[in-house]
């Protein structure tokens, strides 16, 4: 099974500040999938970034980027330059990557990080 | 515009009355699933169908029901609907082969039942 631990309920940035919000996952899986999603007050979810267990490179996507422990069983998203835009809920997400894993391509997601960008 | 459409985005109900959830995908995707986001609890996975005909439960299946007669639709049912599935629905689609893709997902319904 697979589980996303989000242990930051709520996360307070000045505005231009970078923020890294932490993200930690647990699979048997050996090939898998690490997703960033944000969600505005609004509701949507809007993806953001992604990592897969193989990439050598730590994914960056503007000012996003995921910070890649793979033998720590992390992937912390780092905000560079916040902006008030950016507060948000964060949430973390994975999949397994291996084709005939049951399930097919569900997410496992994390409970959540609450960011508010502050002047 | 590639995008995943659920209507209704907001539904208030009362206890016991049929309701249906429509989401519609214009991807070609294979996969579409069904998650409820609570607070605390992040979002767990209610249904999902790998093509057309073939659908199974996610992790929190009690009292939804699901089918996928054509690709593109993944209509979630609530034959008897109670207070506890007050929550926020997300429907999200993605191709089943392509695992390294992000998941699509619509704009979501909150759903209260009074």
């Known amino acids: 099974a697979q589980k996303i631990t989000q242990t930051q309920p709520g996360m307070f940035v000045q505005e231009k500040e970078a923020v890294t919000l932490d993200c930690t996952y647990d699979?048997?899986?050996?090939?898998?999938?690490l997703f960033w999603y944000k969600q505005p007050s609004s509701g949507e979810m809007i993806f953001l970034i992604y990592?897969?267990?193989?990439?050598?490179q730590n994914a960056t996507e503007g000012r996003y980027s995921l910070n890649f422990q793979k033998a720590r069983k992390s992937a912390n998203l780092v905000i560079s330059a916040s902006q008030l835009g950016d507060s948000a809920m964060y949430f973390c997400?994975?999949?397994?990557?291996?084709?005939?894993?049951?399930?097919?391509?569900?997410?496992?997601f994390g409970t959540g990080t609450q960011l508010k960008v502050e002047l | 515009e590639a995008q995943v459409t659920q209507n209704p985005r907001y539904l208030i109900t009362v206890t016991g009355k049929k309701l249906t959830v429509t989401c519609s995908q214009n991807?070609?995707?294979?996969?579409m699933s069904w998650y409820r986001q609570d607070p605390g609890l992040g979002l767990r996975q209610i249904y999902y169908?790998?093509?057309?005909?073939?659908?199974d439960k996610g992790d929190v299946p009690e009292g939804y029901k699901v089918s996928r007669k054509e690709k593109r639709n993944f209509p979630l049912i609530l034959e008897s609907p109670s207070p506890n599935q007050t929550s926020l629905y997300f429907c999200?689609?993605?191709?089943?082969?392509?695992?390294?893709?992000?998941?699509?997902f619509g704009q979501g319904t909150r759903l209260t039942v009074v």
């Open positions: 999200a689609s993605s191709f089943l082969a392509d695992r390294n893709t992000e998941a699509f």
């Open positions: 990592q897969g267990s193989y990439d050598e």
């Open positions: 991807m070609n995707h294979e996969y």
């Open positions: 699979t048997s899986d050996q090939s898998y999938g």
């Open positions: 997400a994975m999949r397994s990557t291996f084709i005939l894993t049951g399930g097919g391509n569900k997410l496992t």
């Open positions: 169908s790998m093509n057309v005909e073939v659908t």
